[in-house]
């Protein structure tokens, strides 16, 4: 394994991403909204194509903020076809997203004789090409930084989102424990619903450009339900998750690079694998470790506390009797 | 554009190519809309999305797998069994999560979905890398070839959809016990946790059947959307489930027509799209919880509350100043007294006034402002006061409803139900106290006639 300029510019991209959706996904998770990363992931492809269409260029600002306004159209749909039609929120949102994406797909496929935009792309993202996109070269003590774009635009995306929760965070929880409260407390539920699903669409836009909407979806719920697992408080909740998704966006890069090796392959012939999937899978192996070993509700945990109370009661039994 | 015969051609099967792939389509469309059905009233739909994610690890593994042991990388059968281990590794992994942390289930998907597609994916890289090469079709079973379906598929996909369709009918009891009242199935003993596991495995089945013909997100699709749609016609489980099966099978057919019949068209996104199509028309039309059917109910059940507040009312003014229950003369009320009885606007008095005037149980005397009973009105004012005074009676005397409460109780819930519940209340209090049949009770508490 070797370790380049690039790998850090990764690295730090990928930690970027994961904070701007870690930070997110608390209030997903605890809304039981986990889902609607993944909706709006797929659904934001008719929103490329039509901007796509429409300017001709793959411009980025056009199609970004077209891909933004599907992304929310796709929570607020979800929310009328489960209102109106007295659906399951699930199901109304599964509806909600494969028809866009379906519709997405047939407006690429009629416009595939001149566009370059891939399904694939969109997908798995390209977070390893991110660094070669550099727009802005300062200098610090004689050494030349090659910030790459992507890093920008997330670093935007992630402090917006942290001034949500830190302004917002009163709000944010009330209305994610109990909308009625919320409502009865002068402030609309519903408002902050909408600003939450506006945020969640623009970060999922703004990552998946960059990094592949993998990581995205891995993002919002993976450290927001792993935290969960940890905490009853919510401020506990929202810091650990933004530690578990640098940790694991970290580790994930590392872990890419490392893979091939491990798995046998040569390592002339592959390199590296893809860092958003590893990504994902470290943090599912950061999950299944709290999973079972959190100190309160791990599963091992729980079965051990258990095993001690029978035996204290046991012991106590004894003492009694005798 | 086309000759109307080749719209025939397509539409009837004549042709060899198009009869395979529109056949296994509608096959997938009907296995996939039962299955559906299932998952949809377990609230678990998004748990095709998770499956058919969680498919992808074992596709490439599969792969890989085959190639290092010297074998072929793409057959059907070694990707199929990958796909399928890895799929019921995720949906075990989503039950497990639920049931043994306080993760709920959307986040217990989500997080299988993601890990599960996040390790797809970098085994994908690995293996379009390697130099056996020629991965490159592993890429079908995200987008799908519906176009380039063979016999083998249609085998598949027939034994696949007559195996899934026969072991749910024997089963039919015990998945609808499963599917309404999971509690109360295990308390009956049946084995609960291996009915739910073999249900989604009789899911994985058809998805990872359905997965390269249509694709790994258009199959999601076919789990849901027919499924939600067929909900809206019936509340009675068989015939859904047939329903859905039907929507699944009608989009397969058309949406697979349509792509043979135009070039550029991908089949998948098109089955999607009719059947999202079918789902909207049956959210809007449904004969049983449609949006236009629910909101005509509403507005009848408005109209009958309303009719009978008017001729209560009515009733209740001329009783005030009647001797006795026989003796309630029919005189003109002023519009203002009327409206003063309850907390309604003119225009919805106005309202109700009108469609009692067309019933023919008032009459408006000469000035606008002035209403009067007609006998068969004050005949059905009776009726309804007796009904609303018995009501009342029941929630003091059966209820324990305190006496100042009453009246808008039984407001409430008077008006909810039928006139076959009011006939047994009757009946029953009638053999509690002797009430002359036609005669109004006296009113519980004490009434305000308008002011």
């Not at chain 1, 905490?231 to 694991?248: H, Q």
Request: contains cysteine.
């Amino acid at each position: 394994m070797e370790w380049y300029a690039i790998d850090t510019w990764i690295v730090i991209v990928g930690m970027l991403a994961a904070i701007s959706c870690a930070l997110l996904g608390n209030f997903l998770v605890l809304r039981k909204m986990s889902m609607m990363g993944d909706a709006i992931s797929h659904a934001v492809l008719p929103g490329l194509a039509i901007a796509f269409l429409v300017t001709g260029a793959r411009a980025s600002l056009t199609m970004f903020i077209g891909a933004a306004v599907v992304g929310v159209l796709t929570a607020v749909f979800t929310q009328w076809v489960s209102r109106f039609g007295k659906v399951d929120e699930g199901a109304s949102m599964g509806i909600v997203f494969t028809t866009l994406f379906a519709l997405g797909l047939l407006l690429i496929v009629q416009a595939a004789d001149h566009v370059d935009l891939d399904a694939g792309c969109v997908l798995y993202g390209a977070i390893e090409l991110t660094p070669l996109d550099v727009v802005w070269r300062p200098e610090f003590f004689g050494t030349v930084l090659d910030v790459p774009r992507a890093a920008i635009v997330l670093l935007i995306v992630c402090v917006v989102n942290a001034l949500f929760v830190v302004l917002f965070f009163k709000e944010l929880r009330i209305s994610s424990f109990d909308a009625e409260l919320a409502t009865t407390m002068g402030f609309n539920a519903n408002i902050m619903h909408y600003l939450l699903m506006t945020l969640v669409a623009v970060t999922t836009v703004a990552a998946f450009e960059a990094v592949g909407s993998i990581i995205v979806i891995a993002m919002l719920i993976v450290p927001a339900a792993t935290a969960h697992l940890l905490t009853d408080r919510l401020g506990t909740m929202v810091i650990l998750s933004v530690f578990i998704a640098v940790f694991t966006a970290a580790l994930g890069h590392v872990a890419a690079l490392c893979l091939p090796g491990w798995l046998g392959f040569d390592p002339s012939i592959i390199e590296t694998t893809s860092t958003s999937g590893v990504m994902a899978v470290v943090a599912g192996l950061v999950f299944v470790a709290v999973l079972f070993f959190a100190p309160r509700y791990g599963i091992v945990t729980k079965r051990l506390r258990r095993l001690e109370d029978v035996s204290d009661l046991a012991v106590s039994r004894e003492e009694a009797d005798a | 554009m086309f000759e109307l015969a080749d719209i025939f051609d397509v539409l009837f099967l004549r042709n060899y190519n198009t009869r395979l792939v529109v056949i296994c389509t509608m096959l997938l469309g009907c296995a996939c809309g039962l299955m559906g059905g299932f998952l949809l009233l377990r609230k678990r739909s998004l748990m095709g999305d998770t499956l058919s994610h969680a498919t992808l690890p074992g596709v490439c593994l599969a792969f890989i797998i085959a190639v290092m042991l010297g074998g072929v990388g793409k057959s059907l059968p070694i990707l199929m069994l990958g796909a399928t281990i890895t799929g019921v590794l995720g949906c075990a992994a989503v039950l497990y999560i639920r049931n043994h942390s306080r993760i709920k289930d959307d986040a217990a998907m989500g997080i299988v979905l993601s890990v599960f597609f996040g390790a797809g994916v970098a085994l994908l890289t690995m293996a379009t890398k390697m130099p056996a090469g020629a991965a490159a079709g592993l890429e079908s079973f995200i987008y799908g070839k519906t176009a380039s379906m063979v016999l083998t598929d249609f085998w598949l996909l027939t034994v696949v959809t007559v195996c899934v369709l026969g072991l749910s009918t024997l089963l039919f009891k015990e998945f609808r016990l499963l599917c309404f009242d999971e509690a109360y199935a295990a308390a009956q003993g049946w084995p609960v946790r291996r009915l739910d596991v073999l249900l989604l495995g009789f899911v994985t089945a058809v998805t990872v059947a359905g997965l390269q013909a249509v694709g790994l997100i258009l199959i999601i699709a076919f789990l849901i959307t027919p499924a939600a749609a067929a909900r809206f016609w019936t509340d009675q489980l068989d015939r859904m489930l047939l329903l859905s099966a039907l929507i699944g099978g009608l989009s397969g057919w058309l949406g697979a027509s349509v792509s043979a019949l135009i070039p550029n068209m991908p089949a998948g996104a098109l089955i999607v799209l009719v059947a999202a199509g079918c789902f909207l028309l049956s959210m809007l039309f449904g004969l049983e919880r449609g949006v236009v059917i629910r909101g005509y109910r509403q507005l009848e059940l408005k109209r009958s509350v309303g009719r009978q507040h008017l001729l209560r009312a009515l009733y209740e003014i001329l009783e005030a100043n009647a001797v006795s229950a026989e003796g309630i003369q029919i005189r003109a009320v002023p519009f203002r007294q009327v409206r003063g009885r309850r907390t309604w606007s003119d225009a919805q008095l106005r309202r109700y006034l009108k469609s009692a005037y067309n019933e023919g149980l008032i009459e408006v005397i000469d000035r606008e402002d002035q209403i009067s009973l007609t006998s068969a009105g004050l005949e059905a004012a009776a009726q309804v006061t007796r009904n609303h005074r018995l009501w009342e009676m029941y929630l003091i005397e059966y209820a324990d409803v305190a006496t100042s409460r009453v009246d808008r109780d039984a407001d409430a819930v008077e008006h909810v139900l039928g006139e076959k519940m009011v006939a047994i209340l009757e009946s029953k209090l009638q053999s509690y106290r002797p009430v002359e049949s036609s005669a109004v009770p006296v009113s519980p508490h004490p009434i305000h006639p308008g002011d």
